[in-house]
């Protein structure tokens, strides 16, 4: 890493641990296990934690009143000075072969986050049954866990894919000109991951049925490329959401909010209001990267606005 990186990658984690000082890291104390979410046919739909880590408020909203969303925060029950967050990986079991959907933070990005290879070792999964790395987009948090410690591929028998708007924007020559300072050590870390694993890489486009029964679903907005999945198998689906709805009060009461972590923040809110509005009236599970552990659940209309409902 270069001096550049180095204070990049300082503002950034002083960004993310602004105002945390102190306090207890969320998400080490989660199970190491895999849960059963759903039992779509043949086909079982787990979930396994990469841990989980704090931010700053500015990273959940942009523009909103303090007042008005230290209020929210309060009537929902949640701290008004952080938020506190899980990383939610999903894995699908097709006989002996797994897929896994996000590959978790690795050990470069937040204290609390980076536990997904010892936790899926604890859970008694075998890495090397991993046969298909799905990311639904290039942040730190998704991706990053595809490269071990010792810079090797975390799961050795396995293919990748990305989104091809994905692929391209985090390898544009100008994606720093896209993005805040604070964000520019994202852009670094997802070009040492992409080319670590380019060989082993296929893109695809929203739309595609990308393996048996599981298709991209366009949700660009918190990234350009930025994709969710509806997994199916025996007539059943789920919705693996990513980072396209993320905060179990805000993201549904107020959709419209702009999120502080998105890229195109105005897209972001959109596509959410989109998604959520299916979601409902499709009355689909879902299971979400960053909502409580293990993610699952539905949506419900409420008025204007909507509710999470944990469970599916
Ligand atoms: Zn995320």
Same mark, same amino acid.
């Given at each position: 890493?270069?001096?550049?990186?180095a204070?990049?990658?300082g503002?950034?984690?002083?960004?993310?641990?602004?105002?945390?000082?102190?306090?207890?890291?969320?998400?080490?104390?989660l199970?190491?296990?895999?849960?059963?979410?759903?039992?779509?046919?043949?086909?079982s739909?787990?979930?396994?934690?990469?841990?989980?880590?704090?931010?700053p408020?500015a990273?959940?909203?942009?523009?909103?009143?303090?007042?008005?969303?230290?209020?929210?925060?309060?009537a929902?029950?949640?701290?008004?000075?952080?938020?506190?967050?899980?990383?939610?990986?999903?894995l699908?079991?097709?006989?002996?072969?797994?897929?896994?959907?996000?590959?978790?933070?690795?050990?470069?990005f937040?204290?609390?986050?980076?536990?997904?290879a010892?936790?899926?070792?604890?859970a008694?999964?075998?890495?090397?049954?991993?046969k298909?790395?799905?990311?639904t987009?290039?942040?730190?948090?998704?991706?990053?866990?595809?490269?071990?410690?010792?810079?090797?591929?975390?799961?050795?028998?396995?293919?990748?894919?990305i989104?091809?708007?994905?692929?391209?924007?985090?390898?544009?020559?100008?994606?720093y000109?896209?993005?805040?300072?604070?964000?520019h050590?994202?852009?670094?870390?997802a070009?040492?991951?992409?080319?670590?694993?380019?060989?082993?890489?296929?893109r695809?486009?929203?739309?595609?049925?990308?393996?048996?029964?599981?298709?991209?679903?366009?949700?660009?907005?918190?990234?350009?490329?930025?994709?969710?999945?509806?997994?199916?198998?025996?007539?059943?689906?789920?919705?693996?959401?990513?980072d396209?709805?993320?905060?179990?009060?805000i993201?549904?009461?107020?959709?419209?909010?702009?999120s502080?972590s998105?890229?195109?923040a105005?897209?972001g809110?959109?596509?959410? @209001? @989109?998604?959520?509005?299916?979601?409902?009236?499709?009355?689909?599970?879902?299971?979400g990267?960053h909502?409580?552990?293990?993610?699952l659940?539905?949506?419900e209309?409420?008025?204007?606005?909507?509710?999470?409902v944990?469970?599916?």
């Amino acid at each position: 890493m270069d001096d550049d990186k180095a204070v990049t990658l300082g503002v950034t984690r002083r960004f993310f641990l602004q105002g945390v000082a102190g306090s207890a890291v969320v998400g080490t104390a989660l199970p190491a296990r895999a849960v059963e979410v759903a039992k779509l046919g043949e086909r079982s739909i787990q979930v396994i934690s990469d841990g989980g880590f704090q931010m700053p408020l500015a990273a959940i909203s942009r523009g909103v009143a303090p007042d008005e969303l230290i209020a929210l925060l309060k009537a929902e029950g949640l701290p008004t000075d952080v938020s506190n967050t899980v990383l939610n990986v999903t894995l699908i079991k097709d006989g002996e072969d797994w897929t896994i959907l996000d590959a978790g933070s690795g050990n470069n990005f937040l204290p609390g986050s980076g536990k997904l290879a010892a936790n899926l070792e604890a859970a008694g999964i075998d890495k090397t049954k991993v046969k298909k790395v799905i990311f639904t987009h290039a942040h730190p948090d998704h991706l990053w866990g595809a490269i071990d410690e010792f810079d090797s591929d975390l799961f050795p028998n396995a293919s990748y894919q990305i989104s091809e708007t994905e692929w391209a924007f985090w390898q544009s020559p100008d994606v720093y000109s896209k993005l805040p300072e604070d964000r520019h050590m994202f852009a670094a870390g997802a070009q040492r991951i992409l080319k670590a694993i380019a060989e082993k890489t296929t893109r695809f486009k929203p739309g595609q049925e990308v393996a048996p029964g599981i298709v991209a679903i366009d949700s660009a907005g918190h990234t350009p490329g930025h994709v969710c999945f509806a997994v199916s198998s025996g007539g059943k689906s789920v919705l693996v959401l990513g980072d396209a709805i993320t905060h179990k009060a805000i993201s549904f009461l107020h959709p419209e909010w702009k999120s502080g972590s998105d890229t195109d923040a105005e897209m972001g809110a959109a596509t959410r @209001k @989109k998604l959520l509005d299916q979601l409902t009236t499709d009355k689909l599970p879902f299971i979400g990267y960053h909502l409580p552990s293990p993610g699952l659940g539905r949506a419900e209309k409420n008025g204007n606005a909507y509710r999470f409902v944990a469970g599916a």
